[in-house]
């Protein structure tokens, strides 16, 4: 029997010639467009495009490592620059000494290099249909180029992917539908299983990846809060903040701890290696293999180039939908401003397939597990719905990510198991302000007869950006110190609301005059402070304060309960039929967590009784087409009870051993995970660790 390995060796580099070719003929085609679209570049014909586009491909394998290698000593603002001016550069060379060519401007070359990675992305989307893609293709291509080998092969490796945002539900019928053509081959072929799994209140991602990532969600009372032993206002995805949360609650064997890397998370998980993560933007990071992985990807015509025409492609979609739901009247909605459409560009522009990168290149490595954050589904479900298309679409796209990720698996140096899951749902319905002309800060001034600080504003998706672009600062060269300028100036936008709320509960702490109370949105569940108290007032001290003030949020029409404390009983959750001593299960009239699902009264009891918990919870109705009321602007929401947001989801691979039962709690969730990475030989020196830890 002849051995077959010679066999497809040659189908294999039949495979790079024929995408070669195609890549050729893309850029031919992208050059002719842009001497057509660019008035300082010109091409004489087709011949002579296609001329060109080899001498693009020759350069550009001669020149763009030596721009990668160069761009490392300039830190991350050589990674820009090379992203920005590397493959004008390259078209620059390729035109020099062809006497039918002509490039008069840099500003030409640049705009000829955006046009070639737009048109040739397009020509490789309908040329390669149903094949890989141009990023996997070429992410294939550098493991063959440079394979890696490690000391222990024999154990695999796990890819945690999070898919933000996604409830259960939706997976179901996507999966079902078919409409997630990898998640649906899995499920359908037996290879993987799925279930839904429950967090707790809050259902957020702080809380929920503190949990994933290092197995618990104690001291996170929502997105925003108040520390009253500290007089500190937190905020999540704020990195100082992150890090000061993350530093909190790890012990150093957490999730990632075995040679992990995390990518775009809000933690570290205790990884040693972080991309964009937000608790790590401060540290220092500079290394010179982030800086090597970054500018690679930009370099790359797959990279920014390819990125740019998307970023406008993505602004142009998003406008036209976000119109047409106005056109039509589709209800619920909510405004879609510039400030979205940014953000939406961005997202699916460049963080999407930079993160892809970062996740290939660990895997390529052989690191043992990664963790990493799509944030895409869960932004634009926010400001468009839940089951909306657009939705729906960047859902199809991560799904396609997962596709990658198995093609690069088969690649790696060690076996790649890859799990899929999200840190909670999101439940959909028009918001509290719209419903009600007024929003819940309005309306606890108006019943305590006060002035209050607002901070309900949605800065999750931002919160991303602005932890890529911190982290692609530095204070090494000019144009470091201007992105990490650019970075302050995004933070200052993003927390801007936070950032007064702060200073409101400083002033207020210190005895000074400021507005009493502090009211966060965190979905359609609201907190609301008492600022400057070292201790949670009680429902007493609130009344004698404020008498209006609780019986008007419980007899609102669209609040569905108020916790408070009290002395006698501990919390209890009242509504406007009757109350729930949630510490005691005693209940007087109508329940008012009835509606709420049978772990209501557990959930509320635990979130109620951290010393972080605000003087008042306020959780918003949810009608009878099972919606709820956001004290956000978002027409889908998280972070309170009542709908979806808790019905989150989970994808494993069948081999690994099945949870048992639901599980309830993204610290049980952790547990789950943990025992995964152990059934499959890793986490042995963590154990260690971790058992010395506790003796000591």
């Avoid at 509960?505 to 507005?515: L, P, Y």
Wanted: proline share 5%; net charge negative.
């Amino acid at each position: 029997m002849s051995d077959p390995r010679p066999r497809r060796w040659l189908v294999f580099r039949a495979g790079d010639v024929v995408r070669a070719l195609l890549g050729l003929v893309g850029a031919a085609l992208g050059l002719l467009v842009a001497s057509w679209l660019v008035p300082s570049f010109s091409v004489d014909g087709p011949v002579q495009a296609f001329v060109v586009a080899v001498n693009v491909a020759v350069w550009g394998f001669l020149l763009r490592p030596v721009l990668v290698r160069l761009s490392v000593f300039f830190g991350w603002a050589g990674a820009a620059l090379v992203g920005l001016f590397g493959q004008a550069t390259i078209i620059w060379l390729a035109t020099l000494d062809l006497e039918d060519t002509r490039i008069s401007s840099v500003l030409g070359a640049v705009l000829a290099s955006w046009v070639v990675a737009a048109v040739g992305m397009a020509f490789s989307w309908v040329a390669t249909a149903g094949t890989e893609d141009a990023v996997t293709a070429q992410l294939l291509r550098r493991a063959k180029r440079r394979p890696v080998s490690v000391a222990d092969p024999d154990v695999p490796g796990v890819v945690f992917v999070q898919m933000d945002g996604v409830p259960y539900p939706v997976l179901d019928w996507s999966v079902r539908a078919g409409t997630l053509p990898t998640l649906s081959r899995w499920i359908r072929s037996g290879s993987h299983q799925m279930a839904e799994w429950r967090p707790k209140l809050p259902a957020t991602t702080p809380a929920s990846q503190m949990g994933i990532l290092h197995g618990t969600i104690d001291g996170i009372p929502a997105f925003r809060w108040v520390d009253r032993d500290e007089g500190k206002v937190y905020v999540a995805n704020k990195p100082a903040d992150a890090a000061l949360i993350e530093a909190r609650h790890s012990d150093g064997t957490g999730l990632l701890a075995d040679d992990g890397v995390s990518v775009s998370n809000l933690f570290t998980g205790d990884a040693p290696t972080a991309y964009a993560t937000m608790s790590a933007v401060q540290r220092t990071q500079e290394t010179r293999e982030t800086r090597l992985t970054l500018a690679g990807f930009l370099a790359s015509p797959n990279g920014l180039a390819r990125a740019i025409p998307r970023m406008v492609g993505e602004m142009a979609r998003e406008r036209f939908q976000s119109r047409r739901a106005i056109r039509r009247d589709i209800r619920p909605r909510v405004h879609r401003g510039w400030g979205f459409v940014g953000e939406r560009a961005a997202l699916a522009g460049v963080l999407r397939d930079l993160n892809t990168s970062l996740v290939a290149d660990a895997m390529l490595k052989g690191r043992r597990s990664v963790y990493v954050d799509y944030v895409d589904y869960d932004a634009i479900a926010h400001h468009a719905g839940t089951l909306r298309p657009e939705s729906l679409e960047a859902l199809t796209a991560i799904d396609e990510v997962l596709a990658r990720l198995e093609a690069v698996a088969q690649v790696a140096p060690r076996r790649y198991h890859l799990v899929v899951l999200s840190d909670h749902g999101q439940s959909q319905g028009t918001i509290f302000a719209e419903r009600y002309d007024e929003d819940l800060a309005t309306l606890v001034a108006r019943l305590a007869d006060t002035a209050v600080v607002d901070a309900s504003e949605n800065t999750e998706g931002s919160g991303a950006l602005h932890s890529m672009l911190a982290s692609s600062s530095s204070d090494d060269t000019v144009l470091g110190r201007a992105l990490a300028r650019s970075s302050a100036r995004l933070a200052e936008r993003t927390f801007a609301e936070s950032d007064q709320a702060a200073a409101t509960e400083e002033t207020a702490g210190e005895g000074g005059e400021g507005e009493p109370f502090l009211v966060f949105g965190s979905g359609n569940l609201g907190l609301v402070y008492v600022a400057g108290e070292s201790h949670r007032l009680t429902l007493q001290e609130l009344s004698d304060r404020y008498p209006a003030l609780v019986p008007g949020l419980v007899a609102h029409p669209g609040i569905g309960f108020v916790v408070v404390a009290t002395e006698e009983h501990g919390p209890v959750a009242l509504g406007p039929g009757g109350e729930h001593r949630v510490r005691d299960g005693v209940i007087t009239g109508e329940d008012p967590l009835a509606a709420y699902g049978d772990q209501a009264a557990e959930f509320v009891l635990r979130a109620a009784t951290m010393p972080e918990a605000p003087d008042i919870y306020v959780n918003s109705i949810i009608d009878e087409m099972g919606e709820v009321a956001a004290f956000e602007g978002l027409v889908s929401c998280h972070g309170g009870l009542g709908g979806w947001q808790d019905r989150a989801m989970l994808v494993w691979p069948a081999e690994l051993p099945a949870p048992d039962g639901m599980v309830v709690g993204a610290d049980a969730l952790h547990q789950v995970l943990v025992g995964w990475l152990e059934h499959l030989g890793q986490r042995r020196d963590v154990r260690r660790r971790g058992r010395a830890t506790t003796e000591a």
